[in-house]
């Protein structure tokens, strides 16, 4: 505020505006600028994890990431990566510098006006100073700043759902990416085995030992394998480059993943959290009641200021050679004759309304998420286990007792291969079964932290099933 400098003297109301504009002054940055509770929430959940709070890569993190990629991929090591790497994430973490600049600014009155004014008459000379400060915004600055922090807080809970969210999205890819790697690598065996008997079948037709009919069985089986071992290294090419996109790499040759998914657990994780708990716990419904609470703040603020729109109040100094110096104040006030204000109180308190039963909505949509995907859990693991200890071990048991009958002369080549392209069958569906146990262990995580990114449930990738009633017959 600049005073006349005409004027050698403090006066009472000089102070009171001086003591307004330090009130309005206060508000600073945090040190942490809420990364501290991101950071306590993502510990939590990941573990032990290092987070880009920086905006940009160190030394440190490029050399960390170096390390990592010297070894195979693990699933841990491909999301410490990401945390560390991904220009998404970084971006989404700038939603909380954004929301803390609000917070400051909320915090902060408006600047004061001045003007100063000469006029001349004659010999006469009148100046004048004129102050305006914001009032209504310093009535209203603890409910403003109130509503900023409920935004704010709302932003931490974002940007920590945001990382909690590519840590499930990563960990997808990952498991994608392994079993498909793993089912093209167990297709080009099973193309080798299925080329070796349709050209035997092949040279035995020539010879006229079997029909033309079990020859183009043979091959038929053989092409089909064929064409679902292209498809095989398709969705491996697919998911590898899914997983390296969400790392925020760029070369694929940088990238070495492991031969194969994680065993199945000898049991299923225990159930730690009730379902009250889950639903307390979600950032999904965190976030919304915190902005039901901002939204309440807002109507509270529109209520106390749908009357008096402007105002503000200003002090006045007036100043001549031929007349004593005048002093006073002047206050601006909008009156309300075209818009008394009910509309904007009408909108606030629908728009609190809207809110109430929209996080209401999300706390029963998240109850039967849970209940949900805990149940796909529980039942992908069951068929995992089902066809890790029963199928999978009759079929190979079934496979060595024909090779016991073929020994004996009592069997085929050909009804060799039949049982073993079975086997082959029921080693894929083992395979399949395993990832989708994994995925829907994924997809209860992201049910319980409130941060669902997949589907209502998981999907199962049926592969095309050659006929295997191929025989040897003539």
Not at 137 to 150: D, F, K, S
């Amino acid at each position: 505020m600049v005073i006349n400098k005409t004027i050698n003297r403090t006066t009472p109301t000089y102070l009171l505006m001086l003591g307004l504009l330090g009130l309005g002054g206060c508000s600073s940055f945090s040190d942490t600028g809420g990364f501290d509770r991101v950071e306590s929430i993502s510990k939590k959940e990941l573990g032990s994890f290092e987070l880009n709070t920086k905006g940009e890569l160190t030394p440190a993190m490029q050399q960390t990431i170096q390390n990592l990629l010297k070894s195979p991929l693990t699933i841990d090591s491909s999301v410490q990566i990401a945390l560390l790497n991904s220009k998404s994430l970084q971006s989404q973490y700038a939603n909380l510098g954004i929301a803390e600049a609000d917070l400051v600014q909320a915090g902060r009155l408006r600047n004061p006006g001045f003007s100063i004014g000469k006029t001349t008459q004659g010999g006469e000379r009148e100046y004048e100073n004129f102050v305006l400060f914001d009032l209504l915004g310093l009535l209203t600055l603890n409910q403003r700043t109130a509503i900023a922090e409920h935004q704010f807080e709302r932003a931490k809970i974002a940007a920590a759902r945001d990382t909690l969210q590519l840590a499930n999205k990563v960990r997808q890819a990952w498991i994608q990416a392994v079993a498909s790697q793993a089912s093209a690598r167990y297709y080009d065996q099973v193309i080798s085995a299925t080329e070796a008997g349709a050209l035997l079948a092949k040279r035995m037709a020539e010879t006229g030992n079997i029909s033309t009919l079990s020859y183009a069985r043979q091959h038929s089986l053989y092409a089909e394998f064929s064409a679902q071992g292209q498809r095989s290294k398709q969705k491996a090419t697919y998911y590898k480059e899914q997983l390296i996109r969400l790392i925020g790499l760029i070369d694929p040759n940088q990238v070495i993943l492991p031969e194969r998914l994680p065993n199945l657990p000898e049991n299923t994780r225990p159930q730690q959290n009730s379902i009250q708990t889950a639903i307390n716990q979600r950032l999904d419904l965190i976030m919304a009641r915190e902005e039901t609470e901002a939204l309440a703040k807002s109507m509270g603020l529109t209520r106390a200021t749908n009357w008096v729109n402007v105002l503000e109040v200003g002090y006045l100094n007036s100043t001549s050679n031929e007349a004593p110096t005048k002093e006073g104040y002047e206050i601006e006030l909008r009156l309300p004759i075209f818009d008394w204000g009910d509309a904007k109180t009408a909108k606030a308190e629908q728009l609190y309304r809207q809110a109430m039963n929209r996080t209401a909505d999300l706390a029963i949509k998240a109850t039967s998420e849970v209940h949900e995907r805990h149940d796909a859990y529980l039942n992908n693991y069951r068929i995992a286990r089902h066809y890790r200890d029963e199928i999978v071990p009759i079929r190979q048991r079934i496979n060595e007792e024909n090779m016991l009958r073929y020994n004996g002369m009592l069997i085929s080549v050909f009804e060799i291969l039949a049982d073993a392209r079975s086997q082959i069958i029921s080693v894929d569906a083992y395979l399949n079964a395993l990832r989708d146990f994994w995925l829907s262990d994924i997809n209860l995580t992201a049910s319980l932290q409130g941060t669902s990114i997949f589907n209502s449930s998981v999907q199962m990738t049926t592969n095309i099933t050659p006929d295997t009633s191929a025989d040897g017959g003539h």
